[in-house]
């Protein structure tokens, strides 16, 4: 897909059109597009390391950063970038470009985090899940994945996100199945030891079980919820798992 470009235009339209249409057309339009050969992320390195080396810490330089920011590359890849390419450009250029890029990617770091968490998942991370927010500590999101037939919804749970205890009551049948996908996170079944999860593990949770889940306290933790079809399907929610049994149940060794 073309790279959409108007800056040439936009500033040096009327006094130098052929310029114009070069840098819009040309550079951005057939050489930045050319996204199957090398991504958009790559080629924003390759200009923050190519105006860095000529000292060029202008606007540009700036909008570059903030292009590189949006193809992807985290506060901690720029960091690593500006750093090994100090020593191949020169310690001051350095100096120069972390000024501006401490700028431009320090106004979320939640954000930052969210973003590269949803990198990881081919699940949308969803909405924030405020239907349920009464019965969580912290912000979680929700997307639903299906809601025929089975419900599978995708759950999402920032750093020390978890949700109250809880029971999921059927006739017969029922229960959940918590399959989880990315970051690292925790299931504790009342009166046992926590269970660490990473990606890739499920809990299958039977109706009528006492139980909680959420993230870590240092990661975000995504999983899948499966409703388990059942009769007289109904969920009860409980007290909340405070922050002294959050802190035992996610720092005991098991
Ligand atoms: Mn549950």
Redesign the pocket.
């Known amino acids: 897909m073309a790279v959409k470009q108007t800056a040439g235009r936009d500033a040096l339209g009327e006094f130098a059109s052929k310029f114009a249409e070069l840098n819009d057309d040309v550079l951005f339009g057939q050489v930045w597009s050319r996204e199957d050969k090398l991504s958009l992320r790559d080629r924003s390195i390759v200009t923050v390391v190519a105006l860095m080396a000529q000292g060029l810490t202008d606007s540009s330089f700036q909008y570059h950063l903030q292009s590189a920011k949006n193809n992807g590359v985290t506060k901690a890849e720029i960091a690593e970038i500006l750093t090994h390419a100090a020593f191949y450009a020169g310690w001051p250029k350095a100096w120069a470009a972390f000024r501006m890029a401490k700028e431009v990617w320090a106004e979320d770091d939640v954000a930052d985090a969210k973003a590269k968490h949803a990198n990881k998942i081919i699940f949308p991370i969803g909405a924030p899940n405020d239907t349920f927010a009464k019965y969580f500590i912290e912000q979680s999101y929700l997307a639903p994945v299906s809601t025929a037939q089975v419900g599978i919804y995708n759950v999402t749970f920032e750093p020390g996100c978890r949700?109250n205890w809880?029971i999921?009551h059927a006739q017969s049948g029922g229960g959940?199945i918590?399959i989880c996908v990315a970051g690292r996170g925790f299931y504790q079944e009342y009166g046992k030891p926590a269970q660490e999860l990473h990606p890739g593990d499920v809990v299958n949770?039977p109706a009528g079980v006492k139980?909680?889940?959420g993230a870590a306290p240092d990661s975000w933790f995504s999983h899948l919820?499966v409703e388990v079809p059942g009769t007289e399907t109904a969920?009860e929610w409980l007290e909340a798992v405070n922050d002294a049994e959050y802190a035992k149940a996610t720092t005991e060794e098991v």
Request: a neutral charge.
């Open positions: 949700n809880h999921h959940q918590l949770i139980h909680w889940h919820a969920n």
